[in-house]
């Protein structure tokens, strides 16, 4: 009996410790197999970051797993989008990757995508690697894409300012590239590139002079733009391109200071201090300095350099 009783007690241990290897192995087999999804969830296909397991990002919102395999299916739009959000995030779960970002918007870029050249040009301008950054905004611009054809011209402007990296027949010719697009861009109505269209008219910059076309330009724009609306104001006030009229000067200066633009609120400032189209008020004046002080809405002085 006793015997027996060993026996049945030597067989439980022996199951006992098979099923407790066998556990083990289960478990380092599921270790082993979660390391290699980790692991494959990126791979290397023509030297490029791929992913290819979605399904791991369980912490992710639906509308972004949607997003990334229909981005997968090679829809350019999902593509392009999925770019966007790689770049910068979500904010919440969906940290930035910029190396899957330039993929992606690369994959939408290749389906003839404006809108993901164009935030491929500007990841480049950004980077300071402005031939790249020229090389996508002409081809979004070439689509079209009215903040592409803006940017480019702001991209030639800025290359012509840079005297000492090129001939005055460069700059001359990079200042005439820029008005070409400023005005592709103004057709589409874009105030900012009127903006900078009227400023060469004014200087006579890569176009030939026309104060005509310059009021035109800054009369179109300070419909719903207050930098034009300053601009304008000093058209009036000085006389230049236009008839002087003081009154017409302080009304769009008016304009533009009620969107704190800081030099409207300095001339308005003056305006009210001299009697200058209004009549003098020195509180209102005051009143004007102060909100000058503390806005942060300036002219963009970003614009083509003078013949040089």
């Known amino acids: 009996m006793k015997k027996l009783l060993l026996q049945n007690f030597t067989d439980g241990v022996e199951l006992a410790m098979l099923l407790f290897v066998n556990i083990a192995v289960i478990l380092s087999s599921a270790v082993l197999l979660a390391d290699n999804e980790t692991i494959s969830s990126v791979k290397k296909t023509n030297d ?3 992913e290819v397991d979605i399904n791991k990002d369980s912490e992710l919102s639906v509308e972004i797993r949607l997003l990334k395999e229909n981005a997968q299916r090679g829809d350019a739009n999902a593509q392009y989008e999925l770019g966007k959000i790689y770049l910068h995030g979500d904010g919440i779960s969906f940290h930035p990757n910029k190396t899957l970002a330039i993929q992606w918007l690369n994959k939408a870029a290749n389906q003839n995508h404006a809108k993901a050249e164009y935030y491929l040009g500007q990841y480049y301008y950004e980077s300071d690697d402005h ?8 081809k979004a611009a070439n689509q079209n894409l009215v903040d592409a054809q803006y940017k480019l011209g702001f991209c030639y402007s800025e290359h012509a300012n840079k005297a000492e990296k090129s001939t005055a027949q460069e700059r001359e ?10 005005k592709k861009a103004a057709e589409q109505n874009d105030a900012g590139a009127k903006i900078q269209l009227a400023y060469c008219y004014r200087h006579g910059i ?9 009021i035109r330009l800054y009369k179109e724009a ?3 733009n207050a930098e034009a609306q300053f601009h304008l104001g000093q058209c ?8 002087k009229n003081v009154n017409e000067a302080a009304k769009y200066y008016h304009k533009a200071a009620a969107a704190n633009l800081q030099d409207a609120l300095i001339k308005l400032a003056h305006c009210y201090e001299n009697g200058i189209g209004v009549p003098k008020d020195y509180d209102k004046a005051n009143k004007y ?19 040089n």
């Open 48 to 50: 490029a970051v791929v």
């Open 131 to 138: 031939n790249k950054a020229i090389t996508h905004f002409l």
């Open 173 to 182: 010719s990079d200042r005439i590239e820029a008005v070409k697009w400023f």
């Open 206 to 214: 890569g176009i030939e002079k026309n104060y005509a076309e310059m």
């Open 222 to 224: 300070a419909e719903i």
């Open 236 to 243: 009036y006030e000085n006389g230049t391109g236009i008839e």
């Open 289 to 307: 300095f102060e909100k000058a002080k503390k806005a942060k809405n300036k002219i963009n002085e970003a614009k083509i350099t003078e013949k």
